[in-house]
């Protein structure tokens, strides 16, 4: 054992904390204080390093190749005892398509995560609508009243940039309960430009209660359609190819609307947003609300409907249930990666897992190991200049930009690129 006592400030050897190595290992604290303690007895060959005569793991190769050596043979010791078997209840098959619960399998097995749109159907949907009652009446701004505020700063803007003798279609992607875009929705009916508003979104019981709310403001003025389509992944220029049929002075703008960060969620960002510009025509705009990164957005993890939820009483809970995951088989982690600019929500297995999926042709087993986290959340950082380089790298034209006061939230209005 080769035992490092530097000072932190006189040498550019760095350490892992406890909670790091566990983190990046997928491991309990106790194990890399079991790993300290065999060091320390000559036992194991780490290189340790004392800071305030504290031990701690050295971040160096070799004990790189140590700890995926003890990682492994951990593993396989918990393989030969087996796992704790469960099966989604029935709901979750008739919950989910054959082609989504595909997919749900792949990500758990390739990128250890359930998508978070999956958590917005059937209660889920009732869920976030209750979550967004409870942000619009908040005194404090949140990322809902903050979109609003912005939009209705910049009505007078976006007239201004699509004209006066245009028909406009509103073409709002996750449009959540609905809520947000209503102002939107009034003024170009006031104006008598509103031809359609389509939603589109992965979950059906969404689109179902953005129609209600819509119903319930403007009742027969606004024709609202629904539809069920992936648009992080998938084109949807096919709903309003009948619109360009005649001269092109008459053909409507499409204002794209992507509300409160949405995109943020996405694992890829930018595939989205390349999926969206290549729906978008030479004369659409895409209007886009974000919360940028601040201290306290990087802190802040409002997701419940209570002022003080519990972990397990968040949106994605819905998932696990289906799943067939009990409460007590996971723990809820919650953090901020400085190195990723993003905030996290994991659930970490506090047993060894099996889940066994019934499939038209067989059943398909996936296993979630003991402290390895499955990611339920994240919420990608971006300041100011962050979102005018990502949207600039997917082809997109920034024609105006605002924020709030508070500096928080960003509205953006951009064109396609073309003739480059």
Known sequence: MYLAELNRKETEVKYYRNTELARLYHVSEKSVR????????????????????????????????????????????KNSRGFKVISPIPKFYETYSAKQILDIISNLTIHKEIP???SYVDGGADYWDKYAERLMHEEAP???????????????????????????????????????????????LNTDQLKRYIAIDISKEMLQITENHTKELFGDRVNFEGYVRDFSKEHFDDLFAEDYAGDDDNIPI??????SGTICNFRSPSQALKAINSSLGINDLFLYTTKLDTPNSR???DLGIESTPRPADFLFKLALDLLNIDES??????FFDETKRARFISM????????EFKLAHGTRRVTLHKNEP??????????????????????????????????EYLLSISRIKYGQ
Request: charged share 20%; hydrophobic share 40%; net charge negative.
């Open 116 to 118: 978070l749109q999956y």
């Open 254 to 259: 499409n204002l794209v609307v992507l509300l």
């Open 374 to 407: 499955i990611l339920l959340w994240r919420y990608w950082h971006y300041d100011t200049l962050g979102v005018i380089n990502e949207f600039d790298a997917t082809d997109f034209d920034l024609i105006h930009a605002t924020k709030t006061n508070d500096q």
């Open 142 to 188: 949140n990322v809902l009243t903050s979109t609003i505020d912005l939009l209705d700063a910049r009505l007078h803007d976006l007239s201004k940039i699509i004209g006066s003798d245009k028909q406009v279609n509103i073409i709002d992607l996750g449009p959540g309960n609905g809520k947000p875009i209503q102002h939107l929705l009034n003024h170009f």
């Open 34 to 77: 079991n790993w300290i303690e065999a060091t320390e007895q000559k036992r194991l060959n780490l290189q340790l390093y004392i800071e305030n005569g504290k031990p701690f793991v050295a971040n160096t190769p070799q004990n790189g190749l140590i700890i995926e050596q003890l990682v492994e043979k951990g593993r396989k010791y």
């Open 329 to 334: 088989l996971y723990e809820i982690d919650q």
């Open 348 to 355: 970490r297995p506090t047993v060894d897992l099996a889940i």
């Open 299 to 301: 802190r802040y993890f």
